[in-house]
């Protein structure tokens, strides 16, 4: 069994929102559930930054906003490493310690920035925990090459065929993990 569950895929087909449908049932079923999502911000129909969420505190930052004034620059955003820092990896860090499972959404150029992000990725890694995170399809880091590379990981590929229903293949695999440690130390 793989404890370390990837998602990867086109731009927009839905990635995001498999790994959300994930943490919501496995939330349902009792499951302690922390670190970070990203999500697209739009105004009046045009997207202009990406926010990042805490989603054990709903504490929120942004990830990159067109009107970003300092900062690496990625197409027409600029990242924000502060947010990026203590909103992202913070949150990660905090899962490692309160959480059953972690999740990381999204490993991508725009985080690959933050050395405290790559940090705190790292040791969500090596923390034993469940893990459930997103990759993007083409970022090309020494990180993405370790994740891949790893016996415990596993890269599934989102596509518009398998999208509906691969949250549950996820919980179920979770649910296992969760319940042979539980066996485990018990």
Known sequence: MKRLIFLTGRPGVGKTTVLLR?????????????G??????????VRVGFEIVDIATG?????AHVNQP????VGKYRVNLQDLNGVGAFSILNAIGNADVI??????????YSREFKDAVRAAMESGKALLGTIHFRARDPLITS???REDSK???VTRENRGRLHVAI????????????????
């Open 22 to 34: 994930a943490v919501d049932e496995l939330r349902a079923r009792g499951v302690r559930v922390g």
């Open 36 to 45: 970070m999502v990203s999500r697209e911000v739009r105004r009046a129909g």
């Open 59 to 63: 504490r929120r930052g942004w990830l």
């Open 103 to 112: 999740v990381i959404d999204e490993v991508g150029p725009m985080e690959l």
């Open 155 to 157: 890269i599934i590929e």
């Open 70 to 73: 300092t900062g690496p620059k």
């Open 147 to 149: 994740i891949k590379a």
């Open 171 to 186: 919980v179920n695999e979770v649910l296992r993990l969760l319940e042979g440690r539980a066996e485990a130390s018990g």
